[in-house]
């Protein structure tokens, strides 16, 4: 089974420009949550998207978004960027379903966005 | 007081030893709880996943829960320096019909021959 791919993986854009990352989940998950990385702040969550709909969101601004497209697949965009946004951007796919077990997330390899 | 602690490390080890690595998160209603392994420059990979309190064993790898503590571990037998990495914790909690991952800072092993 493929696993989850992200493009584009590496990304050099400037401040005031938009960028629009997209993420393909694993056949079969519905699930899908987006995370910011730095070296500083460590793994921050940014949303999740179950079936089209957006059902957590992380404390972030709203230059930040995203949406889910019937196939499960996602894309985050990121308007007005700053230098602070320069990161690794990972998605990560799960069944997304259950109280218990089903919620496993796995990641794709990640966009690695510089601002410059 | 963060939601999932991890001691940063780095953790050292001599290869062949048994590497323990802990977390602690402060949600009692917390019901599912991963441990991810990352290289550097390389997303995080999931190795283990516990739900019920105890030992859960695969290969060299033992996840330990204990609720009642708000406590789980990771145990890795026969450590090799290919295990050097970052191992992130992560706790899911189902609240309100929908289940959120929260993450560690996670802990920096490294494994010396």
């Known amino acids: 089974k493929a696993g989850v791919t992200q493009t584009p993986r590496y990304l050099i854009k400037t401040r005031g420009q938009q960028v629009t990352l997209s993420c393909s989940p694993i056949?079969?998950?519905?699930?899908v949550s987006w995370y910011q990385q730095t070296p500083g702040q460590g793994l921050q969550f940014l949303f999740e998207?179950?079936?089209?709909?957006?059902?957590n969101k992380g404390n972030f601004p709203g230059r930040f978004s995203g949406r889910q497209f019937s196939n499960s697949r996602s894309e985050m965009n990121v308007s007005t960027l700053e230098l602070g946004d320069s990161a690794l951007y990972l998605c990560?796919?799960?069944?997304?379903?259950?109280?218990?077990?089903?919620?496993?997330?796995?990641f794709g390899p990640g966009t690695r966005l510089t601002v410059t | 007081q963060k939601e999932v602690e991890q001691n940063s490390g780095p953790l050292s080890v001599p290869e062949g030893a048994i590497a323990s690595l802990n977390c602690t998160y402060s949600?009692?209603?917390?019901?599912?709880f991963f441990w991810y392994r990352q290289y550097s420059g390389k997303s995080p990979e999931l190795i283990m996943f516990?739900?019920?309190?105890g030992d859960k064993e695969d290969g060299r790898f033992t996840a330990q829960l204990n609720k009642a503590s708000q406590y789980v571990s990771l145990l890795i037998r026969d450590s090799q320096p290919s295990d050097s990495a970052t191992y992130l914790c992560?706790?899911?909690?189902?609240?309100?019909?929908?289940?959120?991952?929260?993450f560690g800072a996670g802990t920096r092993l490294a494994v010396h021959p």
């Open positions: 990560a796919s799960s069944l997304g379903r259950g109280a218990m077990g089903g919620h496993e997330q796995y």
């Open positions: 056949s079969g998950h519905r699930s």
């Open positions: 998207y179950f079936s089209e709909t957006q059902r």
């Open positions: 949600d009692r209603g917390s019901q599912s």
């Open positions: 516990i739900y019920s309190n």
């Open positions: 992560a706790v899911s909690a189902f609240s309100g019909g929908y289940n959120k991952l929260i």
